[in-house]
């Protein structure tokens, strides 16, 4: 073979490879092309664990009930956003957690599951909220779970452990971000904390402002030089759909969209501009919970959210706005059958979750006692056998699944929901699904059709003109 077709073909053989290769990083990767310095702030918006169906079907939720379009589906339809669609692998697996996504474009290089932008050599790759801070923009996360939570976390410190929230509290505490808001009150709380260290006083006594509940966010003064730190519900903050049928929820804890708008307020100060991620983190507990009216009107809060930024972008005018989520989960559709519309109508009259139904159940319960529970909370009745089926479940209590620490039976449940839902589901786990990417705002007009998540850590720096 002739020494320049050796290189040749050598070097197509490498192009080829990289193509085919789900894990390749970024350091073997070509920059999506983009132009620099074009946008100020970036808002960076995850929909975690959000399959195709979700976001389809709490389209059709909302078109059906209200009458309106998401505001996600409105940007498609006016032709307002740029779209992609987004490979969602990790270093080790087709199928990433949220802790590798999130630090595939938070680091920029893709990481094994359960890892916050550590190598398996043990290295680590610089945060982008690090790097943006650095240069001087304001950074901030919010969430409706742990603000310590993987998608969070991802953009912010460097953790083998993604289970570690109570090291990444303390991580918070040095890195003094601007703005941190969510749930996980445990994670800085003495009583919960197992070294029984005070965060909420540390991070008071270090000039944080501190909010723990919705009227404390609402009332804080926008501070330019205080950091804010907003922690108002233990675990996860309630599911959109609980906390709308309990009058003290919604007037203890934040909505998405409301803890979105006090974000921007407080970031849109500094003068270099800002970036901030925001999370619907409790649509993917519920995917994972196989939770119908969970996932929907999670989802819908997510598009509240959505709302707000681009109400916010469009008045801005140099505001990059990215949407898109880290990886499917449970793969839910609206399956065909006679009566389809109608038993899917049936999410309109949804006052509960799947989560308050089990969880309020105890060892009185009776198959009527417990068809009557459902229906109060989401409209339909199930049959005795059926209620019998579920009620059995809680003699061994043995379901596996994350975010289930007492083992109740969802899957179960949902089994049986599907009959008066129409909703149907995968699995109860993480797929390997390309996702939606949608863009808004200068410098979205170079995204391409078909990325790899981490190839939006270097045009997240190129848009702002930042290469650190």
């Known amino acids: ?5 050796f290189f040749k073909n050598t070097a197509l053989t490498a192009i080829g490879t990289s193509i085919l290769s789900p894990f390749r990083s970024i350091a073997d990767a ?16 995850v929909s975690d664990g959000m399959s195709t169906g979700t976001l389809n079907m709490a389209s059709l939720l909302l078109q059906r009930k209200e009458g309106k379009q998401s505001n996600w589906l409105k940007l498609y339809e006016e032709n307002r956003a740029t779209r992609a669609l987004m490979d969602t692998a990790s270093a080790s697996s087709l199928i990433t957690d949220s802790a590798a996504a999130s630090s595939s474009w938070g680091g920029g290089i893709r990481v094994h599951n359960g890892s916050l932008n550590v190598n398996a050599d043990g290295s680590y790759n610089k945060p982008i909220l690090q790097k943006f801070k650095a240069a001087g923009k304001g950074v901030g996360c919010v969430t409706t779970v742990p603000i310590t939570h993987a998608t969070p976390a991802g953009f912010c410190v460097n953790s083998d452990k993604r289970a570690d929230q109570p090291g990444i509290a303390l991580m918070y505490h040095d890195l003094r971000f601007d703005v941190m808001l969510g749930g996980g009150s445990e994670f800085f709380s003495a009583e919960k904390r197992s070294d029984k260290q005070d965060l909420f006083d540390r991070f008071s006594k270090s000039g944080f402002l501190l909010a723990c509940n919705k009227g404390e966010l609402m009332t804080l003064p926008v501070s330019p030089e205080k950091p804010l730190l907003g922690v108002f519900y233990e675990d996860g903050l309630p599911y959109a759909l609980d906390r709308a049928s309990n009058k003290n929820l919604e007037q203890t804890t934040p909505s998405l969209a409301e803890m979105t708008k006090v974000a921007i307020q407080k970031l849109k100060t500094n003068k270099n501009g800002f970036v901030l991620q925001i999370e619907g983190g409790k649509v993917d507990w519920a995917a994972h919970a196989n939770d119908a009216g969970a ?26 706005v990215i949407i898109t989520t880290d990886h499917g989960n449970a793969n839910p559709g ?10 899917f109508d049936q999410l309109q009259q949804f006052k509960h979750t799947n989560e308050w139904v089990l969880k309020g159940i105890d060892p009185s319960y009776t198959p009527s006692k417990l068809i009557e529970r459902i229906e109060f909370a989401q409209g339909y009745a199930i049959n005795k056998d059926e209620a019998a089926i579920i009620l059995n479940h809680f003699k061994s209590l043995d379901e596996e699944g994350l975010y289930n620490p007492t083992k109740l039976p969802y899957k179960q449940f949902a089994q049986i929901q599907q009959h008066y839902t129409a909703i149907g589901w995968a699995s109860m786990d993480h797929s390997a699904d390309f996702v939606e990417l949608a863009m808004f705002g200068p410098g979205s007009e170079h995204l391409k059709p078909f990325v790899r998540n981490f190839e939006l850590h270097s045009f997240l720096l190129k848009s702002t003109g930042i290469l650190l």
């Open 334 to 343: 609206l399956f065909y059958g006679d009566e389809a519309t109608k038993n």
């Open 30 to 45: 070509v920059d999506i092309e983009t132009s620099t310095g074009e946008a100020k702030n970036i808002i960076f918006m």
């Open 1 to 5: 073979m002739k020494r320049r077709d």
């Open 295 to 320: 996932l929907l009107y999670d989802q819908i809060a997510f598009d509240e959210a959505i709302a707000e930024v681009i109400a916010f972008a469009e008045q801005d005018k140099e505001t990059l």
